[in-house]
């Protein structure tokens, strides 16, 4: 157990729909990384909060939107969702001063 | 922008010694890592380099060369459980409150090690 726990593990869902996964960082870590995976494609940057507020964006569509909340776990809301979109979605947290310790992922799978 | 490679696929033999070849041009450098994904799973943290040279961690070191965006990961004594993806990923930037700022990602060496 990483220590970052993220839910649901597995999410099947039509296209056009909303989900949002969830993601709990490290006890005491601030920062929350979330990452998208496809068959094809390295791990993708999507956003970074920290203590709450959205410090980096990276390639995350209009249609994706996140956010970090007081207690400091994390939501990612996908809509209108594609069959592209189809994906492992990893969250990361930061521990100092080495790299981030990463959640289990949540598999979506539009169908 | 950003690019970050690395072969796509590798084969060793157990109990033989393998270099991951790693190069970078990005704009921003605050340390390169490697991570080791097998399939299906979270990437789990192998090692970090800030300064150029080499870090040595059991069966697993690291090489960086900021000069020459250059990185190498050396896996000696293979097991078969070494048969996954290794993925070099560059620090742009510090992060907050001491925290590592977001990382980019190479797509991963898939390494195959054979009996």
């Known amino acids: 157990d990483s220590g970052v726990t993220q839910t649901p593990k597995h999410l099947i869902t039509a296209t056009g729909q909303r989900v949002t996964l969830r993601c709990s960082p490290r006890?005491?870590?601030?920062?929350v990384y979330w990452y998208q995976q496809s068959l094809d494609q390295g791990l993708q940057f999507l956003i970074q909060y920290y203590n709450g507020e959205e410090r980096a964006k990276g390639n995350i569509l209009e249609r994706f939107s996140a956010q970090q909340f007081p207690d400091l776990h994390s939501e990612l809301n996908l809509s209108s969702l594609e069959l592209g979109d189809s994906a492992l979605y990893f969250c990361?947290?930061?521990?100092?001063?080495?790299?981030?310790?990463f959640g289990s992922g949540t598999r979506l799978t539009v169908v | 922008g950003q690019n970050i490679d690395q072969p796509t696929e590798m084969t060793a033999t157990e109990g033989a010694i393998v270099q991951i070849n790693c190069t970078y041009q990005t704009s921003g450098f605050n340390g390169l890592f490697w991570y080791q994904q097998h399939a299906g799973e979270a990437p789990t943290f192998l090692s970090y380099n800030v300064l150029d040279g080499l870090e040595e961690k059991g069966r697993f070191s690291s090489f960086l060369s900021r000069s020459k965006g250059y990185s190498y990961l050396l896996l000696k004594e293979l097991q078969m459980k070494d048969s996954a993806s290794y993925l070099c990923a560059v620090s742009l930037s510090l992060g907050y409150g001491g925290s590592q700022g977001n990382l980019i990602f190479g797509k991963g060496t898939k390494l195959s090690v054979k009996p």
């Open positions: 990361a947290s930061s521990p100092v001063p080495t790299g981030y310790t």
């Open positions: 006890s005491g870590d601030l920062s």
